[in-house]
T-cell receptor, first 115, second 111 residues
Framework: GAGVSQSPRYKVAKRGQDVALRCDPISGHVSLFWYQQALGQGPEFLTYFQNEAQLDKSGLPSDRFFAERPEGSVSTLKIQRTQQEDSAVYLC?????????????FGPGTRLTVT | RKEVEQDPGPFNVPEGATVAFNCTYSNSASQSFFWYRQDCRKEPKLLMSVYSSGNEDGRFTAQLNRASQYISLLIRDSKLSDSATYLCVVGPNQAGTALIFGKGTTLSVSS
């Protein structure tokens, strides 16, 4: 079946612009995660939703970052007034309990470059 | 101290070689452990889960030592297609919570 999809795949923004990144999780997956991956680093957690509820946003680096999942399926990560340090790949992952392992499946990511 | 630490490499090995990656984690309450593989400019993909009893999947063997908080991955008979970054990943003690990733270890297999 279809995996996690993300759009756009690439985004170039001028410093100060707002951007919105979209994630379509695997159908039926209740858990959705956003991660940020800087060059040469492993992914780092940003925020987590269970259905429409944002249960953990402890990884969001500043109040310029905002995420929502209003109907418990598609999620949007919004970054306001982008800065150069926001340049990274933004990965979305979804999971559903299968035998208790809670494996996470990742989308292809959105590569954001702030100039 | 980073929560999950790995030797970043790179590991450069010839085809057919055996290579081992190691990883340590700091949170003793962690309950789930994984190795993910990430190809250049692609998303991470689950390679295998890691269990206390150790587990094997073809040429890949993973081990977990909870007392030492140490995870390993052994790749036997390396193939060119094994070239990638291998991410050691630890899951906290609650279902549905975030995964903690190491920086990754880069493997390059040459002919």
């Amino acid at each position: 079946g279809a995996g996690v999809s993300q759009s756009p795949r690439y985004k170039v923004a001028k410093r100060g612009q707002d951007v919105a990144l979209r994630c379509d999780p695997i159908s039926g997956h209740v858990s959705l995660f956003w991660y940020q991956q800087a060059l040469g680093q492993g992914p780092e957690f940003l925020t987590y939703f269970q259905n429409e509820a944002q249960l953990d946003k402890s990884g969001l680096p500043s109040d310029r970052f905002f995420a929502e999942r209003p109907e418990g399926s598609v999620s949007t990560l919004k970054i306001q007034r982008t800065q150069q340090e926001d340049s990274a790949v933004y990965l979305c992952a979804s999971s559903a309990p299968i035998g208790g392992t809670y494996e996470q499946y990742f989308g292809p990511g959105t590569r954001l470059t702030v100039t | 101290r980073k929560e999950v630490e790995q030797d970043p490499g790179p590991f450069n090995v010839p085809e057919g070689a055996t290579v081992a990656f190691n990883c340590t984690y700091s949170n003793s309450a962690s309950q789930s452990f994984f190795w993910y593989r990430q190809d250049c400019r692609k998303e991470p993909k689950l390679l295998m889960s890691v269990y206390s009893s150790g587990n094997e999947d073809g040429r890949f063997t993973a081990q977990l030592n909870r007392a030492s908080q140490y995870i390993s991955l052994l790749i036997r008979d390396s193939k060119l297609s094994d070239s990638a970054t291998y991410l050691c990943v630890v899951g906290p003690n609650q279902a549905g919570t975030a995964l903690i990733f190491g920086k990754g270890t880069t493997l390059s297999v040459s002919s």
